[in-house]
């Protein structure tokens, strides 16, 4: 069996090279085959064994780190911009860059540095803070998420922070900037609950592409919140996205999160809807998949079996394979709260960074994480988040298979069936 699960691990590892579509899977671009072996794979099989106590966990291959309570937005699907703005004194307990440092330096090497907020680019610090990731962490994709409102700003930092990567420690390394895009024109700044928003948008891209001519490791891509806000303006946001001539294009459900303090909003599309749309999107992969190069296939094959994983989970209400939140995956708030997943977030954190001493090791191995990642094994939770879910699926033989079949499938162009269902979801039972 683990044999098996090993040389499935390696086939699919084996295939997969350079460039990908998608964020969640951009963190392949850059390995290749050393890294798989000497790095992703112990990884996986330490992280394995320490779901069942045999080793502690090690680090984290992914760390989310949200910079900031601040934000300008009031978006109907996220309320961290209401919050802020009901108390814009939270801010000041943003994480200080000298507390980043302690922390950093205790934490070591992660492979997916992933920047969130609150809006990232409030922060004046941005590019100090990617300073301290690069040579504390080393990762080997940097990723930040934006509202994309003050263009002028997102413009300047981030020709500091491609700078930082570029002089101090390694022009190769993908910085991948994305802006929110959830619908058209006055649909966007309706969702956003900011007036020009979608101006402003516009006008952040028309900057970003005059940088990416300088800097070719700027990786630009739009995301969108699919919620009931936008349903039925799906086709019109891709168009317009097709239309820009950007390189990459995702979305995601909109979820009940914690992080967001909307458990209690209807903001996602129910499961019907969901069905329906993912078979627009799974028809789509079907008709343009078998043209395109090999890592589009495997990116396509592990899109449609998260696709098929996200309906199991909704249908079903439970973990449908083991979660490795808190494992794989961590997440520091802003204020230095540790979480093992921005969805269980303030309701499970793992621990407090400040009160340890900026010590994240004695958090991430402390009784409280231990206790957190319990409840997790025994499956209290169950969620469809996308960044936790891919990595969800590299620890499942199942679901590891099913990724290879469909890649055998585009692969040798066959048309037997693909397995797909719903996207994404919000149904936590937390
Ligand atoms: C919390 S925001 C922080 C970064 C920045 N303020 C922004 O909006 O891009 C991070 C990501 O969460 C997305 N998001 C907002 N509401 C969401 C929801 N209910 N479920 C899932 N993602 C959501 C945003 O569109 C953005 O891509
Ligand atoms: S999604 Fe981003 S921009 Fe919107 S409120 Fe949340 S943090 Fe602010
Ligand atoms: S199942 Fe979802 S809520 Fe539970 S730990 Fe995993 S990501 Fe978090």
Redesign the pocket.
């Known amino acids: 069996m683990f044999s098996g699960f090993i040389s499935r691990v390696l086939f699919i590892l084996g295939a997969l090279k350079l460039q990908t579509q998608d964020d969640h899977l951009v963190i392949w671009k850059t390995m290749n085959a050393k890294d798989y072996l000497t790095y992703l794979f112990p990884k996986t099989l330490q992280y394995r064994a320490s779901r069942f106590k045999l080793l502690k966990p090690g680090n984290p291959i992914t760390l989310t780190y949200s910079v900031t309570a601040a934000?300008?937005?009031?978006?109907k699907?996220?309320?961290?911009?209401?919050k802020?703005k009901q108390d814009p004194t939270s801010k000041e307990k943003d994480l200080k860059v000298e507390e980043l440092e302690k922390i950093f330096i205790t934490l070591g090497h992660v492979y997916f540095f992933n920047i969130?907020?609150?809006?990232p680019f409030l922060r004046d610090d941005l590019p100090k803070i990617i300073e301290l990731a690069c040579r504390y962490l080393k990762p080997r994709i940097i990723h930040v998420?934006?509202?994309a409102?003050s263009s002028e700003r997102i413009r300047d930092l981030t020709i500091q922070c491609l700078e930082i990567i570029n002089e101090s420690y390694d022009s190769s390394i993908p910085f991948t900037l994305k802006p929110?895009v959830d619908g058209v024109g006055d649909v966007h700044d309706e969702i956003?609950?900011?007036r020009d928003n979608f101006k402003q948008l516009e006008k952040t891209l028309s900057y970003l592409k005059d940088i990416g001519k300088e800097y070719s490791n700027l990786h630009i891509e739009l995301g969108t919140?699919i919620s009931n806000f936008n349903i039925d303006h799906l086709s019109e946001i891709e168009d317009y996205v097709h239309s820009l001539g950007i390189e990459s294009y995702r979305h995601e459900i909109a979820e009940q999160r914690t992080e967001?303090f909307n458990l209690n909003d209807p903001i996602t599309p129910n499961a019907d809807t969901y069905e329906r749309l993912i078979r627009g999107f799974v028809r789509k992969i079907r008709e343009t998949v078998i043209n395109k190069k090999r890592f589009t296939k495997i990116t396509e094959s592990f899109r449609l079996v998260y696709y098929d994983l996200a309906v199991k989970i909704l249908r079903e209400e439970r973990q449908v394979i083991p979660c490795y939140g808190g494992i794989s995956n961590a997440h520091i708030n802003y204020d230095g709260e540790v979480w093992p997943c921005c969805v269980l977030g303030y309701k499970k954190p793992l621990g407090f960074l400040r009160e340890q001493n900026y010590d994240f090791q004695k958090v991430w191995h402390s009784d409280r994480a231990n206790v957190v990642r319990k409840y997790i094994k025994d499956r209290n939770c169950a969620c469809v988040l996308a960044n936790q879910a891919y990595s969800n699926i590299l620890h499942s033989p199942t679901y590891l298979f099913k990724t290879l079949q469909n890649f055998l499938r585009f692969h040798y162009r066959q048309g037997g069936k693909i397995t797909s269902g719903l996207i994404g979801t919000t149904k936590n039972i937390t």
Do not use: K, P
Not at 116 to 119: A, Q, Y
């Open positions: 934000c300008q937005s009031q978006c699907t996220c309320h961290i911009g209401l802020y969130s907020g609150g809006e998420s934006t509202n409102i929110s956003r609950g900011v919140i967001f």
